[in-house]
């Protein structure tokens, strides 16, 4: 990569991380959520159940802060 413009290779790199951070926060919430069945109610909620989707919530969030931290400064 050394011979691209350094705009060009901070965009691609930008471009990395939203895909690698983005695949990695599906990736976990995927298997948690269906894989070990926090993500289904069974008749009621059980605390297994909240505890999942407060830190669902919570990692949302810090996924879109992350994401507008990376993206705002000028390409």
């Given amino acids: 990569m050394s011979g691209m413009e350094p705009e060009t290779q901070d965009f691609l790199k930008r471009i990395v991380q939203t895909v690698s951070v983005g695949m990695l926060f599906m990736l976990l919430h995927m ?12 008749g009621t909620p059980s605390i297994g159940n909240i505890i999942y989707y407060i830190v669902f919530l919570g990692s949302l969030a810090g996924l879109i ?7 705002k400064g000028k390409l």
Avoid at 65 to 71: K, Q
């Fill in 65 to 71: 802060y992350y994401y507008y931290r990376l993206w």
């Fill in 31 to 42: 298997t948690f959520g269906l894989y070990l069945n926090w993500g289904f109610f069974e």
